[in-house]
């Protein structure tokens, strides 16, 4: 069955950085597009980064363009995100999901039951100010 197991995550002042990991398993990885995905405290899930199955394309939601960093790894299953000048507002538990749909456009991943029905347990950033 499909395995998402995150990690990485971590507590960190403003302006620092994490990257975080997400293995996978029970699915052929490098025909799926991957996203990280975020819930914060009372809000819901929301979409963050996307990466194309073959790492030619990316996608970012406006408040993290140019702070973080989507890539993957098809030899090991794996993708990550790398955070950079971390804000409080950054704060969530950060998951990883596929497009349940091969080959897919990684922007596609904003639109809801998009993604794989398994979910993770996530990775908690918290970033303190």
């Known amino acids: 069955q499909v395995q998402l197991v995150e990690s990485g995550g971590g507590l960190v002042q403003a302006g620092g950085s994490l990257r975080l990991s997400c293995a996978t398993s029970g699915f052929t990885f490098s025909r799926y597009t991957m996203g990280w995905f975020r819930q914060a405290p009372g809000k819901e899930r929301e979409f963050v980064a996307g990466?194309?199955?073959?790492?030619?394309?990316?996608y970012y939601v406006d408040s993290v363009k140019g702070r973080f960093t989507i890539s993957r790894d098809n030899a090991k299953n794996t993708v990550y995100l790398q955070m950079n000048s971390l804000k409080p507002e950054d704060t969530a538990v950060y998951y990883c999901n596929a497009d349940r749909n091969p080959y897919g456009l990684p922007q596609g991943l904003m639109r809801r039951g998009i993604t794989l029905d398994s979910w993770g347990q996530g990775t908690q950033v918290t970033v303190s100010s």
């Open positions: 990466i194309s199955w073959n790492a030619i394309t990316a």
